[in-house]
């Protein structure tokens, strides 16, 4: 479990984030929409200790992140995993050796072990056969596919997506989103997904913060959130076509 | 930008770069890595132009030379020191600085704007002195090698050209190579290589770790890399001839 809790944060006296609070639970895919400049990359990123904030906490099961020492850090980071909106893979690495490299970084496994575990999670994302390949050389959505691999490879207790569909065709788009549900259920993960597309919301939302320039509007799940009645969250979802014209939105 | 600001936050990102590696097995691996890829990518450039310039400096100062008094060994001891005290070291330098400088910059900012150094750090890696730590070493350690082979390219294309053109006796040439040879001039040579070659991957590595932004800030930071690393050679050499030399 995550707690956030009153998180501040502002980049030369310009607020991105105003005491925010919140709680994902493990096993459930937890969905931070928004429009586009609204703070989720700046909130994502300040939970998993990129930014620093100004004030407030942050408690991973329990322990207050904000305040720990550096090497109590290193500790929590082993245990998060990301997928970061590019990807964010290594591009001097092979797909194999980019889900390898945190099996060498972390563990003191034997060769074996490894090549077994970078099997096992090329095979979850269905990539075998893309072992050998360099990042440049496969598609967008195989590369956030092994930017998923490689996130799962220290069996992760927190997962992190930015905008994981970003950049794809929606058939994509649903791949990577029930790839993410389905490893969060099977792994009990604490899952944390940025997103803008309303296709997601939908589909894997099961609890949802909606963010409007930097502070908390509103939180719900996915049933809720069609009969909302928050001005702001009305307007952004009133932006999808597909929602309009469906009739869902009451 | 504030120069204190920014030699403060300099010296703050060395003391990363040089903090206690944890998998001492995959940096050793990606020093041999870099010492191939710096190493033996400048050597090509290193060569042609040593070869050019050690002949063209015997030729200027042969055909300069037009009182009958001046001994003609001078041309040889003069291609020999030229090289040694100043080309080998301080021109290759800026040579490899636009180089590898604008490389170097390139390929860590390139990292930073496409968030690999931020998922670095989220696996608890320090990106600093994984990426730029074996880097900095292999050039420090590949630098004197190619000073000294940039001197003896240098005296060999002298020698080729005074046997193609004859301008002298190469006797003379030959032998003005061994007079007055001063050992320490060797050392200072070296020790300039080295703070140099220092000098580039770091503020290079520096400029592209910082990058924010794009594309086009990651241009911008391969040419203040390279223009910053030159500017402090030249300051540098300025400072190490007072001290070494005086
Ligand atoms: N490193 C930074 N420095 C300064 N301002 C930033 C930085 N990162 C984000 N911001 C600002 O914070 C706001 C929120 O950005 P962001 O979290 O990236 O939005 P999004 O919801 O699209 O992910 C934006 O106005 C952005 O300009
Ligand atoms: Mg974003």
Redesign the pocket.
């Known amino acids: 479990m995550i707690e956030v809790r009153n998180i501040n944060k502002s980049?030369?006296n310009?607020p991105?984030l105003k005491d925010i609070s919140c709680v994902f639970h493990p096993g459930e895919v937890n969905l931070v929409i928004?429009r586009?400049?609204?703070?989720?990359?700046?909130?994502l990123k300040t939970i998993v200790g990129l930014h620093h904030p100004d004030s407030g906490d942050i408690l991973f099961n329990g322990r207050n992140f904000v305040t720990m020492t550096n090497y109590e850090r290193q500790h929590i980071r082993r245990e998060i995993g990301m997928l970061f909106q590019g990807g964010a893979l290594f591009d001097w690495a092979t797909v194999e050796e980019n889900v390898r490299f945190p099996l060498d970084f972390f563990t003191n496994w034997t060769k074996l072990e490894k090549n077994q575990r970078v099997e096992f999670c090329l095979e979850r994302v269905n990539l075998s056969h893309a072992a050998k390949l360099k990042p440049s050389e496969i598609s967008g959505g195989m590369q956030k596919r092994v930017a998923i691999a490689r996130a799962i490879a220290l069996n992760p207790k927190y997962l992190f997506c930015d905008e994981p569909n970003s950049g794809l065709d929606p058939q994509t788009a649903t791949v990577i989103d029930d790839l993410i549900l389905e490893i969060t259920k099977e792994y009990n993960i604490t899952t944390v997904v940025?997103t803008h597309d309303l296709n997601s919301v939908l589909a894997v939302g099961e609890r949802i913060v909606f963010i409007y320039q930097?502070e908390k509007w509103w939180e719900g799940n996915r049933e809720s959130i069609l009969q909302a009645h928050n001005a702001e969250l009305r307007e952004y979802l009133y932006a999808s076509e597909v929602l309009k014209k469906s009739g869902l939105l009451k | 930008m504030n120069f204190f600001y920014l030699a403060g936050q300099y010296f703050v990102f060395l003391r990363r770069v040089f903090a206690k590696p944890e998998k001492q097995k995959l940096y050793l691996r990606n020093i041999l890595t870099e010492l191939w890829n710096l190493g033996v990518g400048s050597l090509g450039i290193v060569v042609i132009i040593s070869a050019f310039i050690g002949a063209v400096i015997t030729l200027q100062t042969a055909y300069n030379v037009t009182s009958p008094l001046f001994p003609l060994f001078l041309i040889g001891l003069g291609t020999r020191d030229s090289m040694i005290l100043e080309f080998s070291s301080t021109i290759v330098s800026l040579i490899l600085a636009g180089k590898v400088g604008s490389s170097i910059a390139g390929e860590i900012g390139t990292m930073r704007v496409t968030e690999q150094i931020d998922a670095l750090e989220i696996m608890g890696v320090n990106s600093a002195s994984f990426l730029i730590m074996p880097k900095i070493v292999a050039m420090v350690l590949i630098a004197p090698v190619l000073n000294i082979l940039s001197v003896f390219i240098g005296i060999f294309g002298g020698f080729l050209t005074i046997e193609a053109t004859a301008v002298i006796p190469t006797e003379d040439f030959l032998y003005g190579l061994t007079v007055e040879f001063i050992p320490f001039y060797v050392t200072y040579s070296l020790i300039k290589s080295v703070v140099f070659s220092f000098i580039i991957t770091s503020v290079s590595s520096f400029q592209g770790y910082y990058v924010?932004g794009g594309s086009l800030e990651v241009g911008r930071a391969g040419t203040r890399a390279v223009v910053y690393s030159s500017i402090l050679i030249l300051i540098f050499n300025l400072i190490l001839t007072q001290l070494l030399l005086a």
Do not use: H
Request: glycine content about 24%; charged content about 10%.
């Open positions: 980049f030369n310009v991105a928004g586009s400049g609204s703070g989720k990359t700046v909130l940025n930097g | 924010k």
